[in-house]
């Protein structure tokens, strides 16, 4: 394997992708991995990232948060060979977003990690002005600082995250959202404050 050119094995795997997408399209719904693999390999970076994205996917809601982890971790590597701009933010985003619901099941809400991806999906999404992934990366924060009752700097998230909620208007966000400062308001002893988010 490793005697051929760097060109001919990466020929080799942008076959073999295009075999599997076309002959065995069943893959793609059960083992996204096996097809990350070979573009990857191929040097084919934005179809490798969006496998990688689709098998953390299908990892997490299986709740194989390590598997899920490691497969996005991979489509974070893969972005390297994707040039700067809007679509590799973007997938970026959706990656880390990704990331961090598996990170909360194994790491803990109080994890660096955990942290460190909402906080760059946060720059990401406001880089976007997706307003709705930026409502979800700082819901990741709020529940990282709750959990090290960092309530002050909370509440500065929590009035941003009740702004975005007011401003996209979904009913499930504001529910999140009025919750969320309910909680903080409830922790930080305000408690009619509290009572008046839930009602």
């Known amino acids: 394997y490793h005697a051929p050119r760097r060109r001919r094995r990466q020929a080799w795997h942008d076959s073999l992708a295009v075999r599997l997408e076309s002959d065995f399209p069943h893959t793609l719904d059960s083992r996204p991995e096996v097809l990350a693999h070979h573009p990857d390999e191929a040097g084919l970076a934005d179809k490798a990232v969006g496998y990688w994205l689709r098998a953390g996917q299908l990892s997490a809601a299986r709740s194989a948060n390590v598997e899920a982890i490691a497969h996005l971790r991979s489509g974070l590597v893969s972005l390297a060979g994707l040039p700067r701009g ?14 961090g619901g598996p990170l909360l099941a194994t790491k803990g809400f109080a994890s660096g990690e955990v942290e460190a991806v909402y906080q760059r999906a946060q720059e990401l999404s406001r880089e976007l002005e997706n307003d709705k992934d930026l409502f979800a990366a700082i819901r ?32 499930a966000m504001l529910a999140e959202a009025y919750h969320s400062a309910g909680a903080q308001a409830f922790h930080l002893g305000a408690f009619r404050t509290g009572h008046d988010w839930y009602m």
Request: proline residues 4%; charged residues 25%; hydrophobic residues 40%.
């Open 140 to 171: 990741g924060l709020v529940h990282v600082c709750h959990v090290r009752a960092n309530l002050r700097e909370e509440t500065q998230l929590v009035d941003e995250v009740v702004e975005l909620a007011r401003r996209i208007g979904g009913p």
């Open 86 to 99: 809007q679509p590799r933010s973007r997938w970026e985003l959706s990656l880390q977003l990704a990331l």
